[in-house]
């Protein structure tokens, strides 16, 4: 496989993403200072109006970063050529699925979501697709 500047450049930015995921799901609080200072107000007013609005933000930023480390993964795929070898391709898809709309699922039934059973819906979808790849025969 060769590598050229552009496809070397959207695999910079496809790591990026990616990072940046993992920083959304592991390591940003619910409340940084510019998101204090752009509502005018402060962490305690906040926390007194709405208690668990911390909660609710570190959950929404979780399935926010699950879905950053999907599209960078299944970017990294594409551009590596591996989303031509089956076995790569059925990863790929797994991998993005669990980081996406799987985390998506199980945090709308956490935070008891009127949706979450249309998305555990599409979650099926996704992997009734997951499994039927598993076992297709490659070519």
Known sequence: MQ?????????????????????????RPPLMIEDIRFMASSE???HLAAPRFADWLTLVFR??????????????????GDALRPFATKVAVAVAGI???G????????????FKWMILAFAALW???VIGLVN????
């Open 3 to 27: 590598f050229t500047v552009p496809k070397s450049l959207l695999s910079a930015t496809a790591v990026a993403v990616i990072g940046m995921g993992i920083f959304f799901v592991v390591l």
């Open 44 to 46: 305690q007013a906040l």
């Open 63 to 80: 399935v926010m970063g699950g879905f950053m480390i999907a599209t960078g993964s299944l970017l990294l795929a594409l551009l590596s």
């Open 99 to 101: 980081r996406s709309i």
């Open 103 to 114: 985390v998506m699922t199980v945090v709308n039934f956490a935070i008891g979501s009127d």
């Open 127 to 129: 992997a009734a697709a």
């Open 136 to 139: 297709e025969k490659s070519p």
